[in-house]
């Protein structure tokens, strides 16, 4: 099998990257266009650090042969902006609550913003289901949790507003 050419539209730009045989997408993600928000390693799908969505949906980017990617949209931690361009509310809430020290605030902002599209009012237990498979060793998830639901009250707000 030799390289491969893939056209990937990542956090809103569309580039050509060099895929060899057997590379992950984190790998391609790292070497190619260089974001540090996705880890590389093949354990890292482990702990949710190399998660991304891929035309939307939460995907861990260490698990995926870049290959499969090819022609999709894939936003990573460094793509998630606000309305008008402006820092997302998920990261304002993650700093307020210091969740945005931890190693794997990537992987949680990324599965959490998949969240709250789908769900704008997510309960307690519904943020825990949609952050499921993304580990936090530095502190409990109450602060993670108490983000979330603090950034989805901030979008539902800012959305009623403008209506």
Known sequence: ?????LQLTVNGTTHRCVARPGDLLSTVLV???GLTSVRPEPDSGAIGTSTVLLDGAPVLASLMLARQAKGRTITTAEGLHGEGGGEHPLRRSFHAHGVDTLDGAPGLLVAAAALLAANPRPTVEDV????AGNLCGGTGYRHI???VQEAAGDIVNAREVQS
Not at 1 to 5: C, G
Not at 128 to 131: C, D, F, K, Q, V
């Open 31 to 33: 070497r190619e266009l």
């Open 128 to 131: 825990r289901r949609g952050l």
């Open 1 to 5: 099998m030799t390289d491969a050419i």
């Open 145 to 147: 949790v108490a983000a």
